[in-house]
Structures are given as C-alpha cells and as structure tokens.
C-alpha cells in the first residue's frame, strides 16, 4: 500500500499527463491507483478529469455517478468534480446542488473548487 503523500503525488503526475495530452499515461497512473489505494477516490477523478479534458463530459458524469458517488458517497472531491463536469455539460442547476453544500465544507480544496466554479456558473 502506499501512503498519502505518495499516492497525492501519483494523482498530480496523472493530472499533468492528462492536462498535457497524454491520455495513456495518465489512464496508467490513475488504473495503478486504484489498484494499490481502492479506497482512494483519486483514481475515479482522475479518469473522470481525463474525460474532460477530453470534453467527454457525459462519460465523466456517469463515471462519478456511477463509480464515484456509490464507493464515496459523501466525498466532497467526488462531488466537487461531478459539479465541475455538470457545468460544463451545461447542467448548471444540477450542478449547483453538488456544489453549494461544498461551501461549508472543512476540505479546503473542494471548497475553494466549489466557489470558483458557482462564481462561474453565476457569471461573478
């Protein structure tokens, strides 16, 4: 098993390779995750963040809904990033339910992503 600080590493690596077009890498990074870290959510939006990336938003969706939401059901990154993907999918309302209660959250990182992304979708 690997730690935390490792596995946040390995996510970062696999969010460069996919932000810098480099899809198998990143698929092989975040399939190692969740093969060494199953209950890590990382791996899930890893994948899901290489969908969009992609702009596969719909997959991302039912990626998070599918394997993200049943695993970690109250995860704020899960839902930060379902949020993320719904806006971009044009589904603002939806969205919005995932994010809102996220500005109340004691994650930092899930709560910063919440308030830019609300003050996209309301044009601030």
């Avoid at 093969?35 to 290489?50: Q, Y």
């Avoid at 049943?70 to 949020?83: E, H, I, N, W």
């Avoid at 971009?88 to 109340?104: H, I, M, V």
Wanted: negative net charge; glycine residues 8%; without cysteine.
């Amino acid at each position: 098993m690997i730690d935390d600080k490792l596995l946040k590493t390995l996510a970062d690596i696999g969010f460069m390779a996919s932000a810098t077009g480099l899809p198998k890498h990143a698929f092989g990074i975040f399939n190692g995750i969740e093969v060494a870290r199953p209950d890590s959510p990382l791996s899930t939006i890893g994948i899901a963040m290489e969908f969009m990336n992609r702009k596969r938003h719909q997959e991302a969706i039912d990626l998070l809904h599918k394997e993200g939401l049943k695993k970690f059901p109250d995860d704020p990154s899960v839902q930060a990033f379902l949020g993320m993907a719904l806006m971009f999918e044009g589904r603002n309302k939806e969205s919005e339910g995932f994010l809102t209660p996220l500005l109340n959250s004691s994650e930092l990182e899930p709560n910063v992503m919440a308030k830019e992304l609300l003050s996209h979708i309301h044009g601030r």
